[in-house]
């Protein structure tokens, strides 16, 4: 298409989209979650869910309701929350863990996460036991970014005592704003960057991919997206092929137009509340925060990275290494500090950018 022309304008949302959060949201009952413990109950491993799919989670009504949520993260609107996910007395992590997974079979097949091959993710403050932790791993503000994948699912088991709210922003609607007000902008963002690979490269190959990642890019009409700007700066850094002006400005604009009040979403996720996203068309974000003192309340996480048979035709350089998410590795791990590069490089970092969503606003208790 030329013109920077798409046909995903489902996708195209704004913040006064939604009247309200159930236009977004699905609220699991009694019963349903009566269904996901009889079926996580019934695994005959149930602290290993990854050995089993779709096959041992078949519930009922729920079933039916994963399925229209699943097509609306494909083609719809790119996005679903889901809120009661059983976390009542004498429901443990694993059991908790274990119906993350069961849903997440709804939506996509599993894939790997890091070099250790793990297909659950635990999105914990991890910088008291690991000095160069991936950022997801901290507790600092993450920037709207998509990960290395097709679909990313985040279920709450607990909540930080303060700050950790997630923010949600549609990479379409910034697309079009930037092609209404400054188009010129576009072209850089079409042309891409260089991204590290942040220590997980295969054996032989650049610690930067070989090739520019598009930001934006247009395939069978539908519009896609791919964006971590830390990642793209250490690229360009390593690399020591400095971002010119321009795409700065891009960049700088891009930052600015999809943390826009009116064009993004900032709430909280409840303890058994599960997110489910398109990585293809919806930015996510949260904001520092601050863990309870006791250990068992840290806030936690529990994430899933997935794709399935023709979820999106997207460029090939969205897969960073031989295919989509990160591939095991043995001996490999990621390595790049993150917080030394902000410190270092902050102009191609653009800083750790303010987000400005207060908790009081994050749970709706201001304007």
């Avoid at 977004?24 to 009694?30: A, G, M, R, V």
């Avoid at 699912?153 to 930080?160: A, E, N, T």
């Avoid at 003192?293 to 969205?318: A, M, Q, S, T």
């Amino acid at each position: 298409m030329s013109d920077y022309q798409h046909t995903s304008q489902s996708f195209a949302w704004k913040a006064n989209s939604f009247k309200n959060p159930a236009d977004y949201t699905i609220q699991l009952d009694d019963a349903d979650r009566r269904e996901i413990l009889t079926a996580v109950r019934a695994l005959p491993r149930p602290n290993e869910p990854q050995a089993f799919g779709k096959d041992h989670f078949r519930f009922g009504a729920l079933s039916r309701r994963l399925q229209e949520a699943s097509e609306q993260v494909r083609a719809g609107r790119g996005f679903v929350v889901l809120r009661g996910l059983p976390v009542d007395e004498g429901v443990s992590i694993d059991e908790f863990v274990a119906a993350t997974w069961g849903i997440g079979t709804y939506f996509g097949d599993p894939l790997s996460q890091n070099t250790n091959g793990d297909l659950i993710g635990h999105v914990v403050d991890a910088t008291a036991v690991d000095p160069t932790p991936r950022m997801y791993r901290s507790n600092l503000e993450l920037r709207p970014h998509s990960d290395i994948t097709a679909i990313i699912s985040l279920s709450c088991w607990h909540k930080s005592e303060k700050g950790g709210a997630s923010v949600v922003s549609s990479a379409v609607t910034a697309h079009d704003q930037i092609r209404a007000t400054r188009p010129e902008l576009l072209e850089p963002l079409y042309r891409g960057f260089y991204y590290h690979q942040v220590g997980e490269e295969a054996p032989g190959e650049p610690p930067v991919t070989r090739t520019r990642v598009p930001l934006f890019a247009v395939r069978d009409g539908q519009l896609s997206s791919r964006y971590l700007r830390s990642n793209l700066a250490a690229g360009h850094r390593q690399l020591g092929v400095p971002l010119t002006e321009q795409e700065l400005e891009a960049l700088n604009y891009f930052d600015s137009v999809t943390t826009a009040p009116e064009n993004r979403l900032a709430f909280f996720l409840e303890r058994g509340d599960m997110i489910v996203l398109n990585n293809y068309t919806v930015l996510h974000a949260r904001t520092s925060f601050t863990n309870f003192p006791e250990p068992e309340r840290k806030r936690h996480l529990v994430r899933l990275w997935l794709d399935k048979p023709g979820f999106r035709n997207v460029p090939p350089e969205y897969n960073f290494h031989e295919a989509n998410g990160v591939p095991r590795r043995e001996g490999k791990q990621a390595s790049l500090d993150f917080k030394k590069l902000y410190a270092d490089d902050p102009v191609a970092t653009g800083g750790v950018a303010d987000l400005k969503v207060t908790d009081d606003l994050a749970a709706g208790t201001t304007a």
